[in-house]
């Protein structure tokens, strides 16, 4: 059973950077692509980002250009490197496969941009 922990959110001004990760207790190496979601306030959760096991990306368009997806197999860890923020990109963000699997739910990182 893989367990999902993110950490790395915070409290940053519009046009700041944060670097998110998640670190998983299993092996990550069988999941082929991996995403981060994020839900805001009164919003259903999106998919912003994906990366599969080959290294393909995928980007929600408000986030292109802005953020970067990584993945270290041999870490079991999963970044996501967001530049340029914005206050709308404010919301919980989690880790999980793509498509999701509801047992790999973590508790988020939260990340606030003030304007």
């Known amino acids: 059973q893989v367990q999902l922990v993110e950490s790395g959110g915070g409290l940053v001004q519009a046009g700041g950077s944060l670097r998110l990760s998640c670190a998983a207790s299993g092996s990550i190496f069988s999941i082929n692509v991996m995403g981060w979601y994020r839900q805001a306030p009164g919003k259903q959760r999106e998919l912003v980002a994906s990366i599969s096991s080959s290294g393909g990306t995928y980007y929600v368009d408000s986030v292109k250009g802005r953020f970067t997806i990584s993945r270290d197999n041999a870490k079991n860890t999963v970044y996501l490197q967001m530049n340029s923020l914005r206050p709308e990109d404010t919301a919980v963000y989690y880790c999980?496969?793509?498509?999701?699997?509801?047992?790999?739910w973590g508790q988020g990182t939260q990340v606030t941009v003030s304007s």
């Open positions: 999980n496969a793509v498509p999701h699997r509801s047992a790999y």
